[in-house]
């Protein structure tokens, strides 16, 4: 999905994941977090006027969940938060994503881009 670059384009992010994941029978609380933070910072930190960023989500067999966002700004690469940096701009949005993500990480994307995933382990004990 192509959405703008805004906080109204990463609010949108957010209630189609929990509409895809709904539709998907699985629970989405947990991923439409992590996809809140992921969105708010591709506005935040990703943004070049007039580029879009593309959220994708992918179920795979095994139940796992892979969250991929992709913005403009590749030259600004998210790292792992400090966890005794509790400064109000030290990552606390990655912080969440390190909470809730199995694993998470960066990769470029062309041209000059790049792409942040996480990927959300299934729940234990469903039915």
Known sequence: MQLSATRR???LARLLTERQLH???EPYEDAAQVV???ASNAVLHGRVPGR???LRLRLRPDRTLRIELTDARGDRIPCVPDPVDDTPESGRGLRIVTAYAA???VEEAPPSAKTVWAEMAPRRGRT
Do not use: K, N, T, V
Request: no cysteine; aromatic share 20%.
């Open 9 to 11: 384009g990463a609010r």
């Open 23 to 25: 539709d998907w029978g």
């Open 36 to 38: 809140a933070e992921l």
């Open 52 to 54: 879009d960023f593309r």
């Open 103 to 105: 694993r998470w990480g």
